[in-house]
């Protein structure tokens, strides 16, 4: 942690912007990019319907940790926008990140240039931060309009999923350093799926068995559905602060990781 706030506070926010108005360029060539934004929006949304509200007529309400009973779709929602979060972050710094420092050579280029590369690895997380805001400032909205949260519960939820973005985006950056080629992205996808299924996105995890639920217990995205909905639906408590802690130390650790290995792999 301390080596990251060093780095950082030797990054150039003028190098890191020319590395965030290139993705900018990438975004304005066409509109196949913005077809690729859309997907990834509408998937949860869909989600949040179907099983939220469609499966939610069936299940009716459920009891929170605290006592407090609540809407199925009440429940199931906040998880939803953490994984908009998620899955926004991470299908920038996955295979948008791995084209470009594999095949398209970007990174090579950037580096004949006075950017470092940590100063890439920032300047690619800030821009899948920005697509995944794009995504859950949709998901809040939509929240909203469903009775699912309110207004100000949606902005108190808003840093979190920024913060969820981030960690994702830090763990993704470092996976796609250590990708051999297309197929080793599907091991990814599966244990993203993984993660989809089973971290109290559509069920509490006290339900879990016990061992399995202390599996899932620390699963990065068990503490970003955790944060999440606990800031959308107002049950605040001191366990929060440990669920974000666990992504800022996640998100740093990525970060860095991914800067060490674009620095051994194209700086020889």
């Not at 030797?10 to 900018?24: D, F, K, L």
């Not at 300047?123 to 995944?132: D, H, I, N, P």
Request: aromatic letters at 12%.
């Amino acid at each position: 942690m301390v080596t990251v706030m060093l780095a950082v506070a030797r990054v150039s926010p003028s190098r890191v912007g020319a590395v965030i108005n290139r993705n900018v360029g990438a975004l304005r060539s066409g509109p196949s990019y913005w077809l690729v934004l859309l997907s990834g929006f509408f998937e949860p949304v869909l989600y949040l319907l179907s099983i939220g509200v469609g499966v939610g007529a069936l299940v009716g309400d459920l009891a929170l940790p605290g006592g407090r009973v609540v809407e199925y779709a009440v429940f199931v929602a906040p998880a939803m926008l953490a994984v908009s979060a998620m899955s926004g972050a991470l299908a920038e710094t996955t295979f948008n990140f791995f084209f470009k420092m594999k095949y398209s050579k970007t990174f090579e280029a950037i580096l004949a240039t006075p950017v470092k590369p940590f100063e890439i690895a920032v300047g690619e997380l800030a821009w899948a931060l920005v697509r995944s805001a794009a995504y859950t400032g949709a998901f809040l909205v939509v929240m909203v309009a469903l009775g699912l949260t309110s207004p100000g519960w949606a902005l108190a939820a808003l840093p979190a999923t920024l913060l969820v973005g981030m960690a994702f985006g830090g763990v993704g950056m470092a996976i796609s350093t250590l990708m051999r080629g297309w197929q080793d992205f599907d091991m990814l996808t599966t244990g993203q799926f993984a993660l989809f299924l089973f971290s109290g996105t559509f069920s509490p995890v006290r339900d879990y068995p016990a061992v399995f639920e202390a599996v899932v217990a620390v699963t990065p995205l068990f503490h970003a559905v955790e944060l999440v909905r606990g800031l959308a639906i107002g049950e605040l408590g001191w366990g929060l602060l440990g669920h974000a802690a666990y992504l800022v130390v996640m998100g740093a650790a990525g970060l860095a990781f991914a800067a060490r290995r674009i620095q051994r792999t194209l700086c020889v």
